[in-house]
Nanobody, 123 residues
């Protein structure tokens, strides 16, 4: 199996910064795109940012210019630097990883999720 462990959430004032980390571990044959999603109370889970193995990034319009996603391929770890936080950024943030596993003679790709970390921005 593949486990994702997130850290770095917490309570911050508007305008402040937080850095989220997510490390993938387990029987990983190869790691592909990784990303961050968030879910606010009463709302659907939405994409925040994704990053490919080669470093290509994609951001939600609402976080462009404020958030930066990065990764350490050697550590199977993805980061999210969040600056100029707003109250509307308050949500549970989930890490996502698309990992390849060698199972029963073949390589199989699946999407995995972390348990989520709470980010609360006070105005």
């Amino acid at each position: 199996q593949v486990q994702l462990v997130e850290s770095g959430g917490g309570l911050v004032q508007a305008g402040g910064s937080l850095r989220l980390s997510c490390r993938a571990s387990g029987s990983i044959f190869g790691m592909n795109a990784m990303g961050w999603y968030r879910q606010a109370p009463g709302k659907q889970r939405e994409l925040v940012a994704t990053i490919t193995t080669g470093g290509g990034t994609n951001y939600a319009d609402s976080v462009k210019g404020r958030f930066t996603i990065s990764r350490d391929n050697a550590k199977n770890t993805v980061y999210l630097q969040m600056n100029s936080l707003k109250s509307e950024d308050t949500a549970v943030y989930y890490c996502n990883a698309n990992a390849d596993r060698y199972q029963q003679g073949s390589v199989r790709r699946a999407s995995y999720w972390g348990q989520g970390t709470q980010v609360t921005v006070s105005s």
